[in-house]
């Protein structure tokens, strides 16, 4: 984002789970269940990051020690120029047909501050839930050192080879075993159906409590009664804050989960917004309503972090409309306006 561009600051939860809590002018509550002073109402607050001098060792995440508030700052001085830029582009795409709807939610990591567009508005996930399986697995990780290296193997079965609109660029084969570990990284770098199908003999055939309880750490809403889920662009990228934070996974765990995004062969939305040479580390999701042969309604989503240098923040993209190219592309365009480029030229 362009360092001139302040986040329009809007009433929320604070999700933090740290060691050490600062407490100045305001209260801060454990993970997922704390919140500060609202910035609306003393627009003189700014959040204080403490970070460990060991964090320098990670190139993903900047592991959260604690914090506090100090006041005398106009950080949260009211600036809707970014919003402004993201409503002309979502504004644009509609007129022109290229989507029916478009969310937006953008958070700088070491500030708090954040803005959306519609960021409230619930989609279907699709693939965006592989990386809450890999935070399960993780999780289980610490404690279990043996499971990355255990094995599994896949049967073919009738749901499990459905073809993917974005197809992975590699894929694991059917009844030869897999280390855990790697099937994890078909699943987030690949988006591989097929690993993710095979992880989930474990963790949601056999320990189904194990992701449900993931998501409810991170505020999902439970499926509805026909066992959908859905997920709005807000709530997703509190998956990428915590993980950045190192507050739910440890910081080893933390660093191998965006690490792993970060090779994700996806390049098509987030990615293609920003210069080469910056790092994004995201997860994407596409979804098709079919009515007959065609598709009603496509849905495509980019979520991760753009890894600006000092100025690292969350992007979190959620699109509906009916051409799959014109959700990347309106993707993208969001992600070049977020980044502070306009297409076709500019510099952060």
Known sequence: ?????????????????????????????????????????DPGLQLVK?????????????????????SGSKQYLENTAL??????????????????????????LETGRWTGVNEDAAYNPASLFK???????????????????????????????????IPPEQSIEYDRPYAVED????????SDNRATAALDKILVDSDLGAFKEILTDFGVPPASKDGKFSITAKQYAGFFSVLYNGSYLSDDMSEKALGLMAQGAFKDGIRAGVPDGVSVANKFGEYGTLDGDHFSERQLHDCGIVYVPGDPYVLCVMTRGKDLDKLKGTIRDISAAVYGVEVGGGKH
Request: glycine content about 6%.
């Open 1 to 41: 984002m362009a360092a001139t561009d302040q986040l329009k600051p809007k009433a929320t939860p604070r999700p933090w789970s740290i060691v050490g809590l600062f407490l100045v002018g305001a209260v801060v509550g454990w993970l997922f269940k704390g919140a500060f002073t609202s910035p609306q109402e």
């Open 50 to 70: 403490l970070h460990p001098a060991s964090s320098s060792q990670y190139k993903f995440v900047r592991p959260l020690m604690g914090c506090r508030v100090a």
């Open 83 to 108: 919003e402004s830029r993201i409503s002309s582009v979502i504004d644009g795409k509609k007129e022109f047909g290229d989507i029916t709807e478009a969310s937006v939610y953008v958070r700088e």
């Open 131 to 165: 990386l809450p399986t890999m935070i399960a697995y993780l999780k289980k990780a610490e404690s279990n050192t043996a499971l990355l290296q255990s094995q599994i193997s896949l049967a073919k079965g009738k749901s499990d080879d459905a073809p993917q609109e």
């Open 183 to 190: 099937l994890i990284r078909y699943m987030i770098v690949y």
